[in-house]
């Protein structure tokens, strides 16, 4: 099911799950010091299982360091609705052995979401040995 503009409220919260494939590169710098980057593919599903961002494309890149296990990451992503508006963040989190956390910031859109200001938080675990990663995130948003 497709949103339209006229649909799709003011403000609001857009609760989504995001699985990914993981495509990065770690590089061990120090002893327990490790440093990295890479990009993630996935698709969202709207919490509501209908609505923004459901069964749409999802794509980001990321870097990150860790040291003994705990450490900071940043990135860029582009989260889309089937029908090909986008919505794009700019994100910041931390790194822990349970997972990662973090906010994201939404930077702007095409199409419906033109215009779109907000942010909110993601939490993300990994879910497979083979780049599985499984997100859930929120983005608290207006539009103009």
């Known amino acids: 099911i497709q949103t339209t503009a006229a649909e799709l409220p003011k403000s609001g919260s857009i609760k989504f799950q995001t699985g990914w494939k993981d ?75 349970d997972g990662n956390s973090g906010s994201n910031v939404i930077t702007g859109g095409t199409g419906k979401y033109a215009g779109i200001r907000g942010d909110g938080p993601w939490k993300c675990k990994d879910i497979g040995q083979n780049g599985a990663v499984s997100c859930e995130q929120i983005l608290n948003y207006q539009l103009p």
């Open 23 to 97: 495509t990065g590169q770690v590089l061990t710098v120090a002893d327990k010091h490790l440093q990295g980057h890479g990009s993630v593919i996935g698709v969202t599903t709207n919490d509501r299982g209908a609505g923004p961002l459901h069964k749409g494309p999802a794509e980001c890149f990321y870097s990150f360091f860790v040291i003994e296990g705990h450490g900071k990451n940043k990135g860029y992503c582009a989260f889309g609705d089937v029908d090909g508006d986008r919505i794009f963040t700019d994100w910041t989190g931390t790194v822990t052995p």
